[in-house]
């Protein structure tokens, strides 16, 4: 029996694909998660009140995402709510992380693929028209910056912020600033467009030339955002069918009765399934999930997607394109909310620590993000994550032997398997260091 | 005209949250100056080549990050240790407690992956470090600092010099505030207010991001130039005289609070808190 590896780039994290061949048929395809750290462990006895601040460092790409669910578990165990405009700042944060993120993965992670280069950075004069490939690079990255740069509007420092805090946020967003900010959005929304245009075009080549879309079977989807006009800052987890009905709903702390969370004895990463059936989590978990984006430039990438995919759609790679009108949207949505007063009223309740459970739940760019903590004298005796990434392991090694079996035959491997490999798991845009913490 | 090759670098990412990296393509002005040949979260390369500049993130957590770090240093003229967790192991530092440890080690066993080391540790343990970059993450202007090295760079001495917030004389708290908890006036310290900040003791560079819109520094950015080369004990009794020229808080309930978990990131970068019986980093070495 061969074992084929492939080591992993362009992905958050330190990750390999293992595909075991026998005779040129495929016997398993694995994904590795290859780090560990052990947050869960290393929070213990932690100060309750001092994890906001510690559970960002799980992750730099994903950080404000624990920042808030860290925050609202806290709330929770303590039975107190935010008031109305903490809670929108707070969902300024989530979009400033999913600009940053989708942003990221569709320009420096996964565009290159498309264009059969090695990094945006390494757009050369041979690959067709340099200069516009260069100006390519140069306003996908202003992109991206717009997004830590509302991460730090929003919540102080801009990898790991810190305003979200007990009972609401540690202040709100000075008028003038807001306005600049959603100035800046207005500006640079035209050009994100463009480079999703642009990035929706090269997908559809690409699909010429491999002659899949990375087509798999139908699964189950789950997200946290709702129905119409998806809120980041979420609060229930919903499941969907692989024929397109909702079919559960549930609180964060009703995740062990609904979903099978399991470890491996070849990865630091669990996995999870609902219903002894493969899940997806992730931007096309959201699309097929959701009627109505609510922001009109948005809701036309919306029906473009249904009318070329249907609804729901399965093959993978629409993961990356639904990326693209998440990055719409979010930019938009921002830009809205920045138009309202976000220093007018109080921002933070008081609030009186106590022992007990607590459970936060956020939208993750990859998907729904669970931080639930047992709180004993103050300190944390149990902390438990439940990441995002973790509800699409199955998932992806099934497309990763959609690929290999495409691939592999008795007398050959093609070479394009390397390629697949990284295509199929950046579609998925895993994030190691969440997934093993 | 003979073409000026731009000097070539790499970012060797060991264990950490990838917030460096990520903060370092906001410093987006490298794109034109600089050849980036290594970066695997952005770059298909599976090996470090030779380099002018080598950016080391994250810490020694497993046995692969050690050997990935010594083969890279090799062909590298000058190597930097980019923040927290490279120069101090940062959070990490949380699970080498033993009582941690017997339980994390325990529960990691699995085949054909990383080995895990018994301690996380930082990078110099292993390698020599020509520059540290410390901050969690260091900024994008921090970044380009350390890659282009001009000469009349300064950073701040202090967070306190970039905070700008007023110190009172006749504002004293009796007790802490607790750590995030309740209203922030703004423009008035942060220690007048009861919150355990310890920006006067930190490394300025940061444009004080946490501190102006109301959450006290945690040290991210470690102990400035004054205190680098001494040890946690004199950074314990010189913080403390801040607190007691701006509160009237028992000094008991400071020093307890000054050594709890959330300020992981600062006390470690002093070398004798980390133990490991290594010296104190050179100030002229720290950025």
Sequence with gaps: MATLTFPLSRIEGHARVEIEVQNGKVISTRFQAMEKRGFSLMVQGVPAEQMPVIVPRICGVCSTAHHVASVKALEDAYGVQPPAQAEQIRELLLLGQIIQNQATSLFVFTMPDRLGVESLFHLSEEEADGKTQFDIARRALMVRQLGTDLISLAGGQFIHPVKAVVGGVSSGVDGVQAEAFHQRLQTALPTACQLVDFYWDISLRMKERIGTWGDDQPAYYITSTERDQPRFNSSIIRVMTPAGECCREFTASAFRQELVFEETDYSYAGRTSFEGGVMRANSLARANMTRRLGIRLADAYLRRLRSEFGHPAHPILLFDLCRGIELVYAMASASQILEQDLQHEDTQLPYQPRDGEGWGLVEAPRGPLIHHYLIERGKIARGEFIIPTVHNMLAIERALRVAAERYISADSVNLELERAVGRVVRAFDPCIACATH | ?287
């Design chain 2, 1 to 287: 005209m003979q073409k000026i090759t731009p000097p070539r670098f790499a970012v060797l990412q060991l264990s950490g949250c990838a917030g460096c990296e990520v903060s370092l393509l906001n410093a987006s002005e490298w794109v034109e100056q600089f050849d980036l040949v290594y970066m695997p979260l952005v770059v298909s390369a599976y090996d470090v080549p030779p380099v002018d500049v080598l950016l080391i993130s994250g810490g020694v957590r497993s046995d692969e990050d050690l050997y990935h770090l010594r083969r890279a240093v090799k062909h590298a003229k000058r190597v930097v240790a980019v923040g927290t967790c490279a120069i101090s192991g940062g959070v990490a530092n949380l699970g080498n407690r033993d009582e941690v440890r017997e339980l994390f080690l325990s529960q990691s066993e699995r085949r054909d992956l990383p080995r895990l080391l018994p301690k996380s540790q930082p990078v110099d343990a292993f390698v020599d470090i020509d520059l540290y970059l410390p901050g969690c993450p260091p900024t994008p202007e921090l970044f380009m600092a350390a890659l282009l090295q001009p000469p009349d760079f300064r950073a701040s001495l202090t967070v306190c010099q970039e905070c700008g917030r007023k110190k009172l004389k006749d504002m004293k708290p009796k007790h802490l505030t607790g750590f995030q908890k309740g209203e922030v006036l703004p423009d008035i310290c942060l220690i007048n207010q009861g919150y355990l900040c310890v920006g006067s003791s930190t490394r300025g560079g940061c444009r004080a991001l946490c501190t102006r819109p109301g959450h006290p520094c945690v040290g991210c950015r470690g102990p400035s130039d004054t205190l680098i080369e001494k040890d946690s004990h004199a950074w314990l009794e010189s913080i403390q005289r801040v607190f007691a020229a701006l509160t009237e808080i028992p000094l008991e309930e400071v020093r307890e609070a000054l050594l709890s978990p959330q300020l992981a990131l600062f006390l470690f970068q002093f070398s004798d808190y980390a133990g490991g019986g290594r010296p104190p980093r050179p100030k002229e070495k720290v950025l």
